[in-house]
């Protein structure tokens, strides 16, 4: 169901735990060089969030894109080899800028490079939500990334990760995330109208197959998810009681909008199974 009601965004201030994922095309340029001035204006969101007494967890794209960048790569490669090693390369640069912006807020980072296995494995699973609990407790901001280098899972696109969306789900659920914010470079959820036009859909109240077939599947570029994985990550967070917008994140302040329930995006309203 579909709906323009903005009643449901008036808890979204009340959430403490947030997971931003934050998609390549947001914060890498077509070149593949990383958009500093973008990580720098997130970052300060995100800091502003962090000293309000928000729990954020920042989920991040773009080692690949900035590995190819490096290696002055015009295409994404095609061979496994070939995207671990970009993202071998990647990873460092991301991570740098990463680091040194929150620094200048007097914010400690952590990198959190993750595997299927971390969440298929009991004691690893363990390990990692204490892990997590410690370092949010702490007041560190953990960077979490597909460890790209040495796992083919997102690289073969075999497990559908779609461009770490997947991933921030898995995220959400052992975090115990109120709220994931997916940054993408389009305003949110859209549909067709009668004039011939797409319009933004402001809110989703269930994830079913008429909101499904409202997308289709996209790959390519520098980056591989799509709306159609965005959708599957929110039904994932929904069902277990997060709430979920999908938005803009090339747009001005757009995670400070966000978090104070102004109408930007596509909310998906979390329902407890």
Same mark, same amino acid.
């Given at each position: 169901?579909?709906?323009?009601?903005?009643?449901?965004?008036?808890?979204?201030?009340?959430?403490?735990?947030?997971?931003?994922?934050?998609?390549?095309?947001?914060?890498?340029?077509?070149?593949?060089?990383?958009?500093?001035?973008?990580?720098?204006?997130?970052? /300060?969101?995100?800091?502003?969030?962090?000293?309000?007494?928000?729990?954020?967890?920042?989920?991040?794209?773009?080692?690949?894109?900035?590995?190819?960048?490096?290696? /002055?790569?015009?295409?994404?490669?095609?061979?496994?080899?070939?995207?671990?090693?970009? !993202?071998?390369?990647?990873?460092?640069?991301?991570?740098?800028?990463?680091?040194?912006?929150? !620094?200048?807020?007097?914010? $400690?980072?952590?990198?959190? $490079?993750?595997?299927?296995?971390?969440?298929?494995?009991?004691?690893?699973?363990?390990?990692?939500?204490?892990?997590?609990?410690?370092?949010?407790?702490?007041?560190?901001?953990?960077?979490?990334?597909?460890?790209?280098?040495?796992?083919?899972?997102?690289?073969?696109?075999?497990?559908?990760?779609?461009?770490?969306?997947?991933?921030?789900?898995?995220?959400?659920?052992?975090?115990?995330?109120?709220?994931?914010?997916?940054?993408?470079?389009?305003?949110? $959820?859209?549909?067709?109208?009668?004039?011939?036009?797409?319009?933004?859909?402001?809110?989703?109240?269930?994830?079913?197959?008429?909101?499904?077939?409202?997308?289709?599947?996209?790959?390519?570029?520098?980056?591989?998810?799509?709306?159609?994985?965005? $959708?599957?990550?929110?039904?994932?967070?929904?069902?277990?009681?997060?709430?979920?917008?999908?938005?803009?994140?090339?747009?001005?302040?757009?995670?400070?909008?966000?978090?104070?329930?102004?109408?930007?995006?596509?909310?998906?309203?979390?329902?407890?199974?």
């Amino acid at each position: 169901m579909i709906t323009s009601s903005n009643k449901f965004r008036a808890s979204i201030p009340e959430s403490r735990r947030v997971v931003v994922k934050i998609g390549s095309r947001v914060i890498v340029r077509k070149t593949g060089r990383p958009d500093v001035a973008r990580i720098k204006s997130i970052v /300060k969101q995100v800091a502003q969030l962090h000293k309000s007494g928000y729990q954020v967890v920042i989920v991040s794209s773009g080692a690949i894109a900035a590995g190819m960048e490096a290696l /002055k790569l015009d295409k994404r490669p095609t061979a496994v080899p070939d995207l671990q090693m970009c !993202a071998a390369i990647g990873q460092g640069r991301l991570m740098t800028q990463y680091t040194e912006f929150f !620094a200048q807020e007097k914010i $400690l980072t952590g990198q959190v $490079l993750l595997t299927h296995d971390d969440f298929d494995r009991k004691i690893r699973l363990a390990n990692l939500r204490r892990t997590m609990d410690h370092i949010l407790a702490r007041g560190v901001v953990p960077i979490i990334n597909e460890n790209d280098a040495v796992a083919d899972e997102e690289c073969k696109a075999e497990l559908s990760l779609g461009d770490n969306d997947y991933l921030a789900s898995l995220v959400v659920r052992q975090t115990r995330a109120d709220l994931l914010i997916l940054l993408s470079t389009v305003d949110g $959820l859209r549909e067709n109208c009668e004039c011939g036009r797409s319009r933004r859909v402001p809110f989703v109240e269930a994830i079913n197959k008429s909101i499904m077939k409202l997308v289709k599947p996209t790959s390519g570029g520098l980056s591989k998810g799509g709306m159609d994985s965005k $959708l599957r990550s929110a039904s994932l967070c929904t069902k277990a009681g997060c709430n979920v917008v999908i938005a803009d994140g090339t747009r001005k302040d757009i995670i400070t909008k966000i978090i104070k329930g102004e109408d930007v995006g596509t909310l998906f309203s979390g329902s407890p199974v």
